[in-house]
């Protein structure tokens, strides 16, 4: 079979997935969803003229030409903190103490801060800096105008957006469904990662699930443990039918390469479409997906570094596209490589696990240690792939693109 280049399988795959519905969530379930309206604001935020400051209220005209030797005295007349409203105006000569957040009182145009002042006897305050108009003051509609838009249709929902919806006090909104992926492992050799050791001849534990599951997680989904599938052609077929009927795409790690005991291509082939593609990338060279009554299953390789990689390029795109986000890959940054990578040409793009060091002369990317594809100790520490074209080693100091593991996408 001959070898496919990443960005054509990645098309093809996300030419494929489709977006679950739209419904409604609380914004408590939200949290990495893409929103499916557009959301506008019927309030202005703040809602009302407001201080930034704790200080006094005044009006400018009065502080002018006040300093520290030459102090202008104003009467205090009463006190604000957040949350009261204002019991009286401020006259002129005037003052109202007042705390962050609290309404702006009438009479006033400006806050001094209260760093800039001196208490003097019980009712009276030297103010010892002029104020300009406005000093201070946050006005109401500041942040978003009342009718104003808020965020538009496919907006990826972080922390930030929920407590923007907050303010507005959109506590419901409608988004793209968080999609349920059912996580499988595969294999005679498996058993869980409780199972204490020594282990029985043969046996490793299960190291891939437990990442899937965290890295479904991570991209905003609902993962759902499937647990270890036996290399048993009857058995693989029963698990994908049922889980493709109750999870909107499927995920499964071992099984897809050569071997005369990989099950979970002939299941998608009794199931439903297979694509088997040998990727021109290394690690994770085979990768089996395929569509059980539209839900996506994903047959990624076995060796836990593939696995990684292999989610990374191909389920996690798919997993994104499925919840309706319009980003689907990782933001990538341009490195200088700190050491030489070395590499054979191989027809096949490198995908290293490195660490990407931020200096003053841009990013700097070292391989995290041992690349072996079973080695995941080592890929642990990466916050980046980098991309090694095919061809000869890459000299130290020389450019790199790298994929960010972390960070939010690129618009
Ligand atoms: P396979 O693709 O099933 O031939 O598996 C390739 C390699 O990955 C073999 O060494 C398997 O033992 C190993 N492997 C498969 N599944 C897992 C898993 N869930 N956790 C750790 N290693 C695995
Ligand atoms: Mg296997």
């Known amino acids: 079979m001959s070898l496919v280049p990443l960005e054509e399988v990645q098309r093809e795959i996300l030419g494929l997935v489709t977006p679950l519905e739209v419904v409604e969530v609380a914004l408590d379930d939200a949290l990495?969803?893409?929103?499916?309206?557009?959301?506008?604001?019927?309030?202005?935020?703040?809602?009302?003229?407001?201080?930034?400051?704790?200080?006094?209220?005044?009006?400018?005209?009065?502080?002018?030409?006040?300093a520290s030797d030459t102090p202008v005295r104003l009467r205090v007349v009463g006190e604000l903190p957040a949350g009261r409203t204002p019991e009286c105006?401020?006259?002129?000569?005037?003052?109202?103490?007042?705390?962050?957040?609290?309404?702006?009182?009438?009479?006033?145009?400006?806050?001094?801060?209260?760093?800039?002042?001196?208490?003097?006897?019980?009712d009276g305050v030297l103010i010892e800096a002029p104020a300009g108009v406005g000093d201070h003051v946050r006005p109401a509609g500041g942040d978003l105008e009342a009718g104003a838009p808020v965020f538009g249709t496919g907006t990826v929902l972080r922390a930030p957006h929920l407590g923007v919806l907050a303010s507005v006090g959109a506590a419901r909104v409608r988004a793209t469904r968080r999609a349920r992926v059912g996580v499988l492992s595969t294999g005679d050799e498996l058993v869980s990662p409780s199972t204490p050791g020594p282990l029985a001849a043969g046996t490793i534990r299960d190291s891939?699930?437990?990442?899937?599951?965290?890295?479904v997680a991570e991209a905003g989904c609902e993962p759902v443990d499937l647990g270890i599938a036996p290399d048993d052609e009857a058995g693989t077929v029963a698990i994908l039918d049922d889980a493709t009927r109750r999870y909107d795409a499927v995920l499964t790690s071992g099984g897809v390469s050569m071997g005369e005991y990989d099950y979970v291509k002939v299941a998608l082939?009794?199931?439903?479409?297979?694509?088997?593609r040998q990727v021109a990338i290394k690690p994770a060279k085979p990768l089996a997906f395929g569509f059980v009554g539209g839900v996506p299953v994903f047959g990624l390789p076995g060796?836990?570094?593939?696995?990684?990689?292999?989610?990374?390029?191909?389920?996690?795109?798919?997993?994104l596209a499925r919840l309706g986000h319009?980003?689907?890959?990782?933001?990538?940054?341009?490195?200088?490589?700190?050491?030489?990578?070395?590499?054979?040409?191989?027809?096949?793009?490198?995908?290293?696990?490195?660490?990407?060091?931020?200096?003053?002369d841009g990013y700097v990317a070292a391989r995290t240690g041992n690349q072996a594809s079973n080695a995941l100790a080592a890929s642990a520490a990466a916050n980046g792939l980098a991309r090694v074209p095919d061809g000869d080693s890459v000299p130290a100091g020389a450019p790199l693109r790298v994929l960010r593991l972390d960070g939010v996408p690129d618009h």
């Open 89 to 122: 105006a401020v006259g002129a000569g005037e003052s109202i103490r007042i705390m962050t957040g609290a309404p702006i009182p009438p009479g006033a145009d400006a806050i001094v801060m209260v760093e800039r002042t001196a208490r003097d006897g019980v």
């Open 303 to 319: 060796n836990p570094v593939s696995s990684l990689v292999s989610f990374e390029c191909f389920a996690r795109p798919a997993l």
């Open 269 to 276: 082939e009794r199931l439903g479409s297979l694509h088997a």
């Open 326 to 360: 319009p980003h689907r890959f990782r933001p990538e940054v341009s490195a200088r490589a700190e050491h030489p990578f070395t590499r054979r040409p191989d027809g096949r793009l490198h995908l290293d696990r490195v660490c990407l060091r931020a200096t003053d």
């Open 32 to 66: 990495g969803l893409a929103l499916g309206e557009n959301v506008t604001t019927t309030e202005p935020v703040p809602p009302f003229a407001n201080t930034a400051m704790d200080g006094y209220a005044v009006r400018a005209a009065d502080t002018v030409g006040a």
């Open 208 to 215: 891939n699930r437990p990442m899937l599951i965290a890295l």
